[in-house]
């Protein structure tokens, strides 16, 4: 595949400008150019709701943002991108006008998939792959776009999670709070805002009352809204249940999480989060493609994808998560050491 670009890249933008399990799953691309080109600069263009997730990247050495770009005029937007002085952008997830722009500012090589039409007039280089047919997790997919600037095999997700450069933020006094010592805490983050398949409020409910009061303590997380949801199901008056929903700046939340012990979650962005870190990441997941974990599993030295057994026959996504018994979850959570 030819490059427009011969010399060695000193600065590369990566633009994923959707939602935080997406980027979390982007942040490895930045570790692999890094081992790849030592010295080179990344700049990652987001969103102004996932930059806390940017900031905990090391490898991460300036974020910009879509909103920002938006409050400017095109031609702000430009300068802005030109500014930023890369040799290289790589689209991991396609959005018209930042390709337009990259064009118009000047980046030399900008690379991005086959098939989206504005990239055959935006970018010089395309790379044809299915993400939607493929067998491979979208960790590994996004390397894929790294082709054209020589990197051409398809890292292991250990070796990819190796990558990741992520560091949580020191938990604040508020955020310490939430924690009780001597305890597993254990973070269960119910909802999803409509982004996975859910596992159930009554599941939930089942594995907190299963959980040993004097051995655990659940901290239930989510938006306001989604707190507003689950507050009217979920047992949250049990002694050994702190709810937290609404309560946390995703900063905040990326804290918490790095201070405790687990996560119990969807395909989420914090699940996406607590593997980085580290932490027992539990997710819960149906087989149904293209939403099935080997496209999706959480990736980390203590990541666990759970789906249900026997279920080869079942197409419905909701029933495939529905049958992962709470008592599965329980035993990854009592093997906690």
């Not at 398949?197 to 989604?226: C, K, M, N, Q, S």
């Not at 309560?247 to 593997?275: E, F, K, N, Q, Y």
Request: proline share 7%.
């Amino acid at each position: 595949m030819p490059s427009a670009v011969d010399k060695r890249p000193e600065r590369i933008l990566l633009s994923r400008t959707d939602s935080i399990g997406d980027v979390m799953l982007t942040l490895p691309l930045a570790g692999l150019l890094k081992q790849r080109f030592p010295g080179v600069r990344i700049a990652f263009l987001g969103r102004n709701y996932t930059a806390p997730v940017l900031h905990c990247c090391r490898h991460i050495d300036e974020v910009i943002t879509l909103d920002d770009l938006n409050n400017v005029d095109p031609k702000g937007s430009i300068q802005v991108l030109a500014s930023s002085k890369a040799d290289a952008v790589v689209h991991v997830f396609p959005e018209p006008d930042v390709a337009r722009w990259c064009k118009a500012a000047g980046i030399p090589q900008r690379i991005g998939t086959s098939h989206r039409w504005w990239h055959w007039t935006t970018c010089t280089d395309r790379v044809s792959f299915s993400r939607r047919t493929s067998d491979l997790h979208e960790a590994q997919l996004n390397v894929k776009l790294l082709a054209p600037l020589g990197i051409m095999e398809t890292p292991s997700l250990n070796e990819l999670a190796a990558l990741s450069g992520f560091h949580p933020s020191n938990a604040d006094e508020g955020v310490r709070a939430l924690l009780i010592p001597g305890k597993r805490n254990v973070i269960m983050h119910p909802l999803s805002k409509g982004s996975a398949v859910e596992w159930g409020l009554d599941h939930f409910t089942a594995l907190i009352r299963a959980l040993d009061p004097e051995r655990y303590h659940v901290i239930v997380t989510g938006t306001a809204a989604e707190a507003e949801r689950y507050r009217q199901e979920l047992p949250l008056r049990e002694r050994h249940v702190t709810d937290a929903g609404g309560r946390l700046s995703l900063d905040r939340l990326i804290a918490l999480i790095g201070a405790s012990d687990a996560m119990v979650a969807a395909s989420t962005g914090p699940l996406h989060i607590a593997a980085a870190c580290g932490k027992r990441a539990i997710g819960l997941f149906a087989t149904k493609r293209p939403i099935h974990p080997g496209r999706w599993a959480p990736i980390g030295t203590d990541a666990h994808a759970l789906t249900a057994e026997s279920m080869e026959k079942v197409t419905d996504p909701v029933k495939q998560i529905r049958a992962i018994a709470p008592e599965r979850v329980l035993s990854l959570l009592e093997a906690l050491r």
